[in-house]
């Protein structure tokens, strides 16, 4: 039976979720220097046509249609064939299953928009889109029916991530991974300054994140119930925690606070909270946002030593955050939280963190290897840096023909 409550709140949830990704086109377009802001806002803003189109017609059939093997869906549901407003009887129960479809949707909408921060400033447009339309296909599917979708081979293994560690935030942040390191750094990188050109613009998509940020997690329950309660309240609690922890990190580093340190934290404190948010009582979110604050911290920092241009630190807070947070969730879930859960180590717990382990290695390497692969065959066909020439006149002049200050 559908129920109306339940129907209402996940409209709402999947209207929050698409909101996040203009949010995060401002939160990336205000710490690019100026020439590029508008290309930045770009590579964000057009997932939304890009993936919605691919979600309708492939997407949503690979993610979530019918098991072949554990590994992808069929494509029995192509173009959504027979996906109506009857519920669904596979992952939800009481709300249309074209609600659910377009919930999903905006997850597969930002999931490819995030990696964009890692190269930021120099990738042309067409090489880019056309490898966000591939990665969507042969990374986010595969792994979105791994995990969530009935009979998935993760999911048949235990494997938990409640809105997205290991099907968002794992497999963007190493895709970003393998793109800086094919990509290579801007240039002048270690050498000139890379100064956010507009920090309000910055804080002003921090918000609208975290704003949308409830119905990510929150919505992730699939109804208007106690889950839903419990991820809504971990979710706030983490981002605060993370933002507290960075800001003081960074103060007691560098001598004062920052906005952008405060922005930083507690995106890591959302990202990393995610896989768990659900399965974890209000104390055990504060303890993980707190870690996320200071590992997030440390390994945006370690980037310099390593020598790779991470450009608006996609690795260290989303790729790192989605996989600690995933292992975390086999330290702090509690059946106290959420009955239908999980105990974790410290509550009794002893075999999630296994298959946490297990479903991080999984989707880490898969996602590494063929974002890798899709990025080495792309730049051999058409080349995915801007020259020296366009890179110095900036992504908004030359691969938009605009400018954003007059």
């Not at 590029?36 to 806002?41: F, P, Q």
């Not at 029916?145 to 293994?157: E, K, T, Y």
């Not at 974790?344 to 989707?363: E, K, P, R, Y």
């Amino acid at each position: 039976m559908i129920n109306g409550a339940d129907t209402a709140f996940i409209l709402a949830a999947a209207g929050l979720v698409l909101l996040m990704t203009p949010g995060l086109a401002l939160f990336y377009g205000g710490m690019v220097r100026g020439k590029n802001v508008l290309g930045t806002i770009m590579q964000s803003l057009i997932m939304i046509s890009i993936i919605s189109i691919e979600w309708v017609y492939i997407g949503y059939t690979m993610s979530f249609g019918p098991d072949i093997g554990g590994f992808i869906g069929d494509f029995s549901w192509f173009a959504l064939k027979g996906v109506t407003n009857a519920p669904s009887s596979e992952y939800a129960t009481t709300i249309p299953q074209t609600v659910f479809m377009i919930y999903q949707c905006m997850f597969a909408i930002i999931t490819p928009a995030l990696i964009t921060g890692a190269f930021a400033e120099r990738v042309r447009f067409a090489p880019f889109a056309l490898f966000s339309l591939l990665w969507a296909v042969l990374v986010y599917n595969p792994v979105c029916h791994w995990i969530w979708g009935s009979g998935g081979w993760l999911a048949r293994m235990g494997v938990l991530d409640f809105a997205g560690g290991l099907v968002v935030h794992a497999t963007c942040g190493t895709a970003a991974l393998a793109a800086v390191l094919v990509i290579g750094p801007r240039q002048g990188y270690g050498t000139r300054n890379f100064m956010p050109h507009n920090l309000p613009m910055t804080m002003l998509g921090t918000g609208l994140l975290w704003f949308g940020w409830f119905g990510f997690n929150g919505g992730s329950a699939l109804a208007a119930n106690d889950v839903a309660a419990t991820a809504f309240v971990a979710t706030h609690l983490a981002g605060m925690a993370g933002m507290a922890m960075w800001t003081l990190m960074e103060w007691l580093k560098l001598g004062k606070p920052t906005t952008l340190g405060a922005a930083s934290g507690a995106i890591a404190g959302l990202a990393t909270i995610t896989p768990a948010a659900g399965f974890v009582g209000p104390n055990s979110a504060i303890a993980i946002g707190l870690i996320a604050g200071i590992v997030c911290y440390l390994a945006v920092n370690a980037k310099s030593r390593l020598n790779y241009d991470d450009s608006l630190d996609v690795v260290g807070i989303h790729g790192v955050g989605g996989i600690i947070g995933t292992l975390l969730l086999g330290v702090f879930a509690s059946k106290a939280a959420n009955p239908g859960g999980v105990n974790g180590l410290l509550f009794g717990g002893t075999g999630q963190i296994v298959s946490q382990v297990i479903g991080v290695v999984a989707v880490s390497v898969y996602a590494f290897v063929v974002s890798w692969i899709l990025l080495k065959l792309i730049n051999a066909v058409m080349g995915l840096r801007l020259s020296e020439e366009a890179e110095v006149q900036g992504l908004d002049y030359a691969e938009h023909s605009e400018t954003a200050y007059n």
